[in-house]
């Protein structure tokens, strides 16, 4: 790796590789997904899937070991888009999963779009969890629950150690991990309850 040729300050923010000596700021993914099937289950849900982004991809390795560790099953993997989302949520749709947990919020909208088009009402038939609290997430039908990474923290952090490498400061090469928050909005609800 060239970075690591060149010797360049570098700080890798949710992207933790053992292999580089590089000091890394992330979000808890495992914290993220207990919060996001917590909530689910406290609302009655069992039958719960997981969309998250390609298998290679940290974060979403992560939150699917929490998954599994959890007993979660209904996995589906895909690209971080709304089409993504819409096409992985379908495949957990037609397998009567009543909760759906996303890697990210465009995955989380195409999620409630596969709902929809599969005749299903959201939260009243299913309920969706999304990752991130993009902005706009409140305008969104129906505004978004969803798990917020701590942003303004994980970059303070993150300039914090790349200006201490600059500097020619010694930075520790370990891993940052963030504690995110969740968000709860009218996404989810408890199942077979209507919602007024």
């Known amino acids: 790796m060239r970075l690591v040729e060149r010797r360049l300050p570098t700080v890798l923010v949710n992207a933790a590789a053992d292999h580089w000596d590089f000091p890394r700021v992330s979000c808890d993914d495992t914290i993220a997904l207990e919060q996001a099937l917590g909530h689910l289950r406290a609302l009655g849900h069992q039958r719960i899937g997981l969309v998250v982004g390609p298998a290679d991809h940290m974060p979403s390795i992560?939150?699917?070991?929490?998954?599994?560790?959890?007993g979660g099953e209904l996995v589906e993997h895909t690209m971080h888009s709304l089409e993504g989302g819409h096409a992985a949520a379908l495949k957990l749709v037609r397998q009567d999963v009543t909760g759906i947990v996303c890697g990210s919020d465009p995955l989380a909208l195409g999620a409630i779009r596969a709902a929809r088009r599969a005749g299903r009402r959201v939260p009243q038939d299913v309920s969706v969890v999304g990752y991130d609290d993009s902005a706009?997430?409140?305008?969104?039908?129906?505004p978004l629950t969803t798990v917020r990474q701590p942003i303004e923290a994980m970059g303070r952090a993150a300039v914090e150690l790349l200006v201490s490498q600059i500097e020619g400061a010694a930075v520790a090469t370990g891993e940052l991990l963030f504690e995110p928050e969740l968000v709860v909005r009218s996404s989810t609800g408890r199942v077979g309850v209507p919602v007024a």
Do not use: S
């Open 136 to 142: 706009l997430m409140t305008c969104v039908d129906p």
């Open 62 to 70: 992560r939150k699917l070991e929490a998954f599994r560790a959890a």
